[in-house]
């Protein structure tokens, strides 16, 4: 457990904006998706510009903490694309789905806190 802390406390910072990162490419690509299903430029135009933020947003994280931590986080990209499908797309989310997510948020907490 002392260990866990240790590197939340050592790579925190980075880990919080690789899953802010995370969240923005994730939003990017559901306007993409929305942009190819109603043709509605401004979607296509507001996903550039969260992939974008996205992006940059990564590049800062790596500043913050060791790659090995840090780029695993964007396994989070899985998670929210999996909650906006549900929740903004009305696409079902499974057992498996809910399953999976809890999988994943597993993973990401013992990356995260598995520096040492």
Not at 19 to 39: C, D, H, P, V, Y
Not at 42 to 58: C, E, K, Q, W
Request: hydrophobic share 55%.
């Amino acid at each position: 457990m002392k260990n866990i802390i240790k590197s939340l406390t050592a790579n925190g910072k980075g880990i919080l904006i690789m899953i802010l990162a995370s969240f923005f490419t994730s939003i990017g690509q559901m306007f993409w998706k929305i942009f190819r299903e109603n043709n509605l430029f401004l979607f296509l135009v507001l996903g550039f510009i969260l992939y974008a933020m996205g992006a940059i947003s990564m590049i800062v994280a790596f500043k913050f903490g060791k790659y090995s931590i840090i780029h695993p986080m964007m396994c989070t990209s899985y998670i929210f694309a999996i909650l906006l499908g549900g929740f903004f797309l009305g696409e079902y989310l499974s057992t498996y789905k809910i399953l999976g997510i809890s999988i994943i948020s597993l993973g990401v907490i013992l990356i995260g806190g598995g520096d040492e």
